[in-house]
């Protein structure tokens, strides 16, 4: 009877499990307006600050992607509702070259820099010191490189 069970177990994560990677890698037409219609339905009153939204070539192939940032967000007078100790949540969409853009990643985050090294621009992501394997207070510092539609991390401190 156990082995029945977890064979329908493995069945049903089989079926069920494509589904849900299928929309986690939802082409969107516009991430601005998909994230704004969001809010502006989850919340009573939606009011987004002039840096919730950045357009810029995130993965170096010339084509303009978006990074979102929930710091710039209020959501019924509470300004950052999804922010806590580990930062605020980002999300780093890629922009297709058939048109749309998927959601690549998404990381809580203190804050980031968008710099160029050898050549590349790559992110420096600024996070909660325990991402670092760190217990003193000083934010870890990751820099990543965005290849395709994956984060790829260069360095940590």
């Known amino acids: 009877m156990k082995t029945l069970l977890?064979?329908?177990?493995?069945?049903a994560a089989l079926v069920i499990m494509p589904g849900l990677a299928m929309a986690q890698q939802?082409?969107?037409?516009?991430p601005e307006v998909y994230e704004k219609t969001h809010y502006q339905q989850t919340c009573k009153a939606a009011e987004f600050g002039p840096t919730f939204v950045k357009r810029l070539d995130i993965n170096n192939d010339g084509i303009a992607d978006v990074v979102t940032d929930h710091s710039q967000l209020t959501c019924d007078g509470v300004l950052g509702p999804s922010c806590n100790a580990d930062g605020c949540p980002h999300n780093f969409y890629v922009q297709v070259k058939e048109g749309g853009y998927i959601m690549i990643a998404t990381a809580q985050i203190y804050d980031y820099d968008f710099?160029?090294?050898f050549g590349n621009m790559v992110f420096v992501l600024k996070m909660h010191p325990r991402f670092c394997d760190?217990?003193?207070?000083m934010p870890c510092e990751m820099t990543v490189r965005v290849r395709g539609g994956r984060f790829v991390t260069i360095s940590k401190k």
């Open 134 to 137: 760190r217990t003193d207070a």
């Open 115 to 117: 710099i160029q090294r």
């Open 26 to 30: 939802q082409l969107l037409d516009d």
């Open 6 to 11: 977890i064979a329908l177990v493995h069945v």
